[in-house]
């Protein structure tokens, strides 16, 4: 299968700071990649879709503003929390895959905002 | 909109056995794609199985199997000969060709040894 690679696997990070999530398809390009956030023992909730030189597309309720995505390339978006808080704290995960059918994911990131 | 549900939110077994995990959906489309992912403690989404709907072959993957009933909307998984590293939460997945995922809440299964 196809791989996704994400950076940081984990950060901790000030209440106030901003912090930039990286999601690279290694193995292939994506034009579309996606962005989920899971609490724990819960499934994912999808944030956003990320579009290869066009503006994301954010789920319902997800603030476009204080999720900032960036996606420069056919193989790498980027996630930036701006100016974050301890409810910002969760799991990110970023997905991307081949033709339209199978999304293969990234290893995730922790964020933890004190 | 469509919806998937996992009605057994935990799920154990013996070690070597056999566990079918449930899941179904509502959709108003013909052709779209199910999957089954797995996440292990380490939080990695691992595909296990996926399924065309317009296949009526059921797919096979080694150990894993499904039971797709188009008309039933309804996909489970078979876990057959259970091993410890199975253990994790398995997610039922939906998509249609180019949209976003749909997941389930999800099942976790505990292999006992």
């Known amino acids: 299968g196809a791989v996704v690679s994400q950076h940081p696997s984990w950060v901790i990070c000030k209440s106030g700071t901003s912090v930039k999530i990286e999601c690279r398809s290694l193995d292939f390009q994506a034009t579309t990649m996606f962005w989920y956030r899971q609490f724990p023992k819960q499934s994912l909730m999808l944030m956003a879709t990320?579009?290869?030189?066009?503006?994301?597309?954010?789920e319902q309720g997800v603030e476009k503003d204080k999720f900032l995505i960036n996606h420069a390339s056919l193989t790498l978006s980027t996630l930036t929390v701006t100016s974050a808080h301890p409810e910002d704290s969760s799991f990110y995960i970023c997905?991307?895959?081949?033709?339209?059918?199978?999304?293969?994911f990234g290893p995730g990131t922790r964020l933890l905002v004190l | 909109a469509q919806t998937v549900t996992q009605s057994q939110p935990e799920m154990s077994v013996q070690e070597a056995e056999t566990v079918t995990l449930s899941c179904t959906y509502d959709?108003?489309?013909?052709?779209?794609?199910l999957f089954w992912y797995k996440q292990p403690p380490s939080r990695q989404m691992i595909l296990v199985i996926r399924?065309?709907?317009?296949?009526?072959q059921n797919a096979t993957e080694n150990r894993f199997s499904v039971n797709f009933q188009k008309a039933a909307k309804s996909f489970s998984l078979k876990i057959s000969d259970s091993q410890l590293g199975d253990t994790a939460m398995y997610f039922c997945?939906?998509?249609?060709?180019?949209?976003?995922?749909?997941f389930g809440e999800g099942t976790q299964l505990t292999v006992n040894p």
């Open positions: 997905s991307g895959g081949l033709g339209q059918e199978t999304q293969y």
């Open positions: 399924q065309e709907a317009y296949k009526q």
């Open positions: 990320s579009n290869e030189g066009s503006k994301a597309t954010y």
């Open positions: 959709t108003s489309e013909n052709n779209y794609y």
């Open positions: 997945a939906f998509r249609t060709s180019g949209s976003r995922l749909t």
